[in-house]
């Protein structure tokens, strides 16, 4: 309803908040050692959670054309090539520019990740903030078959509920979602006043 994708309801697993889930991803995803794709300015716990788990950060700056950012396909591209990264994390929409990135930046970006089998980490916390005459797309929406995306989503910004710590993490492959859950006996323990909080904030909290 709100951004015209369909998510499985089994596909679905509660976090306590999305730097923690997007953490957990790299720990569960990842090895010591492997490098990670990040694309600053970028909100900064992205650099942190990585390399304070022993991966390396491997910078895709964004490019400012004085008046605008945009992302750098041709430098992605260049970094899979000779970088061999093993994770990307996303921001989508974009904090701190606030960029809404265009379906047609979202394909591309796509392409790439999917030839390179890379897997992509997608924070979407910001996507029930609407910018006039602009329209977020769910990087979901754009890689519907693809199993390696895995998409972080929470009332904490635009409802402002974050110390309720309840998000969510969406891992389409039922075997790695498995896999996930089992690693920490905590996921999914959310107390009842945050699931409430999260109902109501998605079904009476829109415009």
Known sequence: RRHNWN???EEITYIPGVVKGIALAINFFTQRGDKVVIQPPVYHPFRMVTEGNGRVAVNNPLIFDGNNYRMDLEGLERIFRDEHPKMMILCNPHNPTGRIWT??????????IGQNRLRVVSDEIHCDLNRTGLRRIPMGKV????????TCISTGKTFNLARLLHSNIIIRSAQERARFQARDKNIGAVNPLSIAAHQAAYTHGGP
């Open 7 to 9: 998510v499985k309801r």
């Open 103 to 112: 379906e047609e930046e979202l394909r591309r970006m796509a392409e790439i």
């Open 143 to 150: 890689m519907q078959d693809y199993e390696r995306l895995i």
